[in-house]
């Protein structure tokens, strides 16, 4: 099985963006699986839900950041979900996993 190991911080056009694993209140609260700050420039993705969970909000996130650098918002946040489940289905059929190691530490908290 491949494996993407995920980096503490992901470039989207000029920007940096910072990324969190973790299952902390803030993302518990609200039951999210991910989140996007573009202000803060922060990508949030929920330790406790499952590998395809984590792997659907990684890029539904992403695609977030895209939809906002390269395509003015045009996509809905409709859209943005289908496309992100039908890239996660495709990533899994070709048997790719996301590896949040580098986040262990934190994830254990
Ligand atoms: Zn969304």
Known sequence: MPKIKIPSS???????????YHSSDSLKDDGLDGVINHRTQVIEINSSRSPSQQMEAFIHETLHGINATYAKSDLSEHQIGHIAEGLAQVFKELGIELDWGC?????KK
């Open 103 to 107: 986040f262990a530490e934190k994830a």
């Open 10 to 20: 992901i470039s989207i056009g000029a920007h940096s963006f910072r990324i969190r």
